[in-house]
Every structure is written in structure tokens, then in C-alpha cells.
Nanobody, 121 residues
Framework: QVQLVESGGGLVQAGGSLRLSCAASGSIFRVNVMGWYRQAPGKQRELVTTITSSGSTNYADSVKGRFTISRDNAKNTVYLQMNSLKPEDTAVYYC???????????????WGKGTLVTVSS
């Protein structure tokens, strides 16, 4: 079994900061791409940012310059530092990872249960 567990969500005022964490655990051979998605009320889930195992990153235009993704490969953990938060950043944030459970299988997509981020104006 593989699990992704997020932490760090909460309520913050506009202009504030939060840091999310997501740790992968279980039977893991390799964690490939990791990322964060979010889903606001009444909207579809959208990509926020991704990071490869070598550290290459990709960001949605809406968060560029405000959010920073990083990872600790030794801990199979990904982080999301969110600065200059806006009310429109309010959403449930989901961790995602492509994980190989053994050397002989392709990676599979795993999701965390989500953590709520609420930004008040």
C-alpha cells in the first residue's frame, strides 16, 4: 500500500503565507513526479505545480512568483510554500505523485485526501 498524507492547511488572511507538506509512505521503489492540485468550491480540480525527481518545476500562471514547490527525495516528501495568498487561492489542495512500487513496474498515480486552505479578505 502507498499513502500520501498532506498537512499544513488552514485559515490565513490575504497577503499571508502557508506551507503545505505531503509525505509518501508504504511500499515505494521510486517517487517520480510530485505535484499539487487544487479544487475550489464549484470548480474543477486544477494543476498548481509539479516537480520532478531532479528538481525541474512547473507552475500555473496564477501562482507564479508566489508559490514555490520543493521536495526531499530522501523523505519522499513534497512541500508547497505559498506566499502573498489571495482569496482566490481558497481551495482544497491535493498532493499527487507518480510512484513506482517495484523496479519492474511503471509508476502509478496516487492522490492524497486533500487539505483545505482558506484565505480571508
Amino acid at each position: 500500500q502507498v499513502q500520501l498524507v498532506e498537512s499544513g492547511g488552514g485559515l490565513v488572511q490575504a497577503g499571508g503565507s502557508l506551507r503545505l507538506s505531503c509525505a509518501a509512505s508504504g511500499s515505494i521503489f521510486r517517487v517520480n513526479v510530485m505535484g499539487w492540485y487544487r479544487q475550489a468550491p464549484g470548480k474543477q480540480r486544477e494543476l498548481v505545480t509539479t516537480i520532478t525527481s531532479s528538481g525541474s518545476t512547473n507552475y500555473a500562471d496564477s501562482v507564479k512568483g508566489r508559490f514555490t514547490i520543493s521536495r526531499d527525495n530522501a523523505k519522499n516528501t513534497v512541500y508547497l510554500q505559498m506566499n502573498s495568498l489571495k482569496p482566490e487561492d481558497t481551495a482544497v489542495y491535493y498532493c499527487n505523485a507518480d510512484i513506482q512500487r517495484t523496479a519492474t513496474y511503471y509508476g502509478m498515480d496516487y492522490w492524497g485526501k486533500g487539505t483545505l486552505v482558506t484565505v480571508s479578505s
